[in-house]
């Protein structure tokens, strides 16, 4: 696989054009106007919630390009936050090569503060919360599952976000239904399933199971609904190769799983700052993040 070198990493952005309104673990947000936000995605990565002090090549170029594929492959399902106007068009000429092909410009929302997860095969902290209450997140589910095993049908499993640093909540059904309402609460439920269901499918055909992902939702200033954020990326979701899945053991994943791995190995307490990666884990890393890119969608990196 012939590896994308023409773009040097981006840690961090520093435009000068537009309002810095907060920098996430990975995404950096500007105002665009009043009504409208850049996001830009940057190189960073972040394991067990710590931001690495390296960046991972073209990490979000490949993010941005696959969340790109997919708001327009669901957009029948539900409208997105994505406004289709060029980067390059609201920030300084001098700017572009910071946006090119790792930014959107999209609606300004108001957030809705709990995250849709859907899962469809039990894994990562879902396994661990059956193994010790034959439930995840307070879905009862049928005794004797194993490890990676798909479920009956897939869960929904909200969970509380959490502030930068910490961990997000596992919440209850009910508990979403008192945050935001049971209609909203309904209606999001009714609406991730979906999504994961067809995204699921299709990445079926490219020989990928989706084992789980989480979804985000806003509300525009008419109380609309739209998917935002980032959907169905390596990093908001669980991809395994199909031909390595095998029930009882953790498949590998097209993710961080190299760092997370290489990370277990250190003596190091899971708190800031992390220690210094390796080049090889770097570059086997970058590679994941553009092999899933591939096979998902059958685009190279633009």
């Given amino acids: 696989m012939t590896?994308?070198?023409s773009h040097?990493?981006?840690?961090e952005s520093t435009l000068k054009s537009l309002p810095l309104l907060g920098r996430g673990k990975v995404r950096d947000n500007y105002?665009?106007?009043t009504d409208k936000l850049l996001i830009v995605t940057t190189d960073r990565l972040s394991a067990f919630d710590v931001i690495m002090g390296e960046p991972i090549p073209n990490k979000g170029r490949v993010l941005n390009q696959m969340a790109d594929f997919w708001f327009a492959k669901l957009s029948h399902i539900v409208p997105n936050h994505n406004t289709g106007i060029d980067p390059a068009t609201v920030v300084a000429a001098d700017e572009a090569d910071q946006v090119k092909g790792r930014a959107v410009v999209v609606?300004?929302?108001?957030p809705i503060l709990v995250e849709a997860v859907v899962r469809g095969y039990l894994a990562g902290s879902g396994w661990k919360d059956y193994q010790a209450t034959a439930s995840v997140c307070g879905v009862q589910l049928p005794p004797g599952l194993k490890n990676a095993e798909k479920l009956p049908e897939p869960i929904f499993t909200p969970a509380a976000k959490a502030e930068m640093g910490h961990h997000d909540e596992n919440i209850t059904y009910d508990e979403m239904e008192r945050r935001i309402g049971t209609e909203l609460s309904?209606?999001?439920?009714?609406i991730s399933i979906k999504l994961y269901k067809e995204a699921a499918e299709y990445a079926a055909t490219r020989g990928i199971i989706i084992a789980d992902t989480k979804f985000e939702f806003g509300l525009d200033t008419r109380g609309e609904l739209f998917l935002m954020d980032e959907v169905l990326t390596?990093?908001?979701s669980r991809f395994w190769p199909a031909d390595g899945y095998q029930v009882g053991t953790n498949p590998p994943s097209f993710d961080k799983q190299f760092?997370?791995?290489w990370l277990e190995t250190q003596s190091w307490g899971k708190t800031p700052p992390a220690p210094k990666l390796p080049d090889d884990v770097i570059a086997k890393t970058a590679e994941k993040y553009e092999e899933a890119l591939q096979r998902l969608t059958g685009q190279s990196l633009a």
Avoid: C, F, H, N
Wanted: aromatic share 4%; no cysteine.
């Fill in 8 to 11: 040097s990493p981006l840690y």
């Fill in 107 to 110: 609606k300004r929302l108001e």
């Fill in 186 to 190: 309904a209606t999001i439920r009714a």
């Fill in 259 to 261: 760092v997370r791995d």
């Fill in 31 to 33: 105002a665009v106007g």
């Fill in 3 to 5: 590896m994308s070198t």
């Fill in 234 to 236: 390596a990093d908001s």
